[in-house]
């Protein structure tokens, strides 16, 4: 089979190239994938990668073969998925990490969602009823900013959506931002919930902004900077204030099930903001880099 691997003695981190097929065992499906997505991060951490290490996590296919124990869904099957390996032909998830695409739903469209779907729905989730608070997302123009958005407004919130420029505002009022700013210098009331992707100063900026009882969730550091806190910034009268990290991807399935229904009944777009060839992977890295890419990359594998 052909795969997209690590290849840390090349200039692009990656090559393209022939594998053997891989082998699903008990409680796993092999999947033929039509469509794959790159996240940013997946770019930018290339070297963290062993040589020859089959990369990528989102991946929409067809199962090529079901899992032998019975579980999960049956071989010809449309599903989603989510795991280590999905930038290949064939790919081998565990069944728990799958779900079936209605047959009206673009399995490109589903491709773009598994790690920044499940990232906004989780988040969201844990912070409890959204009807009325307000939820500050930063990096708003991203894969997962883009998709809490449109969650966020969906849970009744009042959404405030913070991007780098104005131009990558475009489009957020539409998915469902109440107010769109550039930067968090303009946002002067205080919120009840935050994603936040950004790290470095505008975590601490976020924080700051933070409502008693409030919830900041650190769910990204696209800056790469550090953040610093003032002497006493996480000190503050009234009900605790609470930063949380995320990381939980366990168990995709049934939350990527959530996903692909929303998309079915028009509540969720599909936040793909470049489409082409595996084979222009190079382009869409550079792309991704130089943050010229509002969304999700995604690759068709031809």
């Known amino acids: 089979m052909r795969a997209i691997v690590a290849a840390p003695d090349t200039p692009e981190g990656f090559r393209l190239t022939d594998l053997p097929d891989p082998v699903p065992g008990p409680g796993q499906v092999l999947v033929d994938v039509r469509h ?9 951490h290339l070297d963290v990668w ?8 989102d991946a929409a296919g067809h199962v090529a073969r079901g899992a032998t124990d019975g579980t999960g869904p049956r071989e010809g099957e449309r599903v989603v998925a989510f795991g280590a390996g999905a930038w290949a032909r064939l790919a081998v998830f565990d069944v728990d990490s799958v779900a079936v695409v209605p047959a009206d739903v673009d399995l490109a469209e589903m491709a773009a969602l598994p790690m920044v779907g499940l990232t906004a729905l989780r988040t969201l989730r844990t912070s409890g009823a959204l009807l009325g608070r307000r939820v500050l997302i930063t990096g708003a123009s991203g894969g997962v900013g883009q998709v809490a958005v449109q969650l ?33 210098d303009a946002i002067v009331d205080p919120v009840d919930v935050v994603l936040e992707t950004v790290g470095g100063p505008s975590l601490v900026a976020a924080w700051g902004l933070l409502a008693p009882g409030g919830v900041l969730h650190s769910i990204g550091w696209a800056s790469g900077e550090p953040s610093v806190f003032p002497v006493n910034s996480t000190f503050a009268p009234g009900a605790a204030r609470t ?15 959530v996903l692909a229904g929303l998309v079915a009944r028009g509540v969720l777009r599909s936040p793909i903001g470049w489409r082409g060839s595996w084979q222009r992977l190079g382009e869409a890295a550079d792309a991704l880099r130089g943050r010229r890419v509002a969304g999700k990359v995604v690759l068709d594998l031809d």
């Open 243 to 257: 930063l949380r990290s995320f990381g939980d991807a366990t168990a995709a399935g049934p939350d990527l099930a």
């Open 36 to 44: 794959a997505a790159v996240n940013a991060g997946e770019i930018r």
């Open 152 to 184: 966020a407004r969906h849970g009744g919130a009042y959404v405030v959506a913070v991007v780098g420029s104005s131009a990558r505002g475009a489009g957020l009022a539409d998915l469902g931002a109440d107010e769109v700013a550039v930067g968090l």
């Open 50 to 57: 062993p040589a020859g290490s089959v990369l990528g996590y």
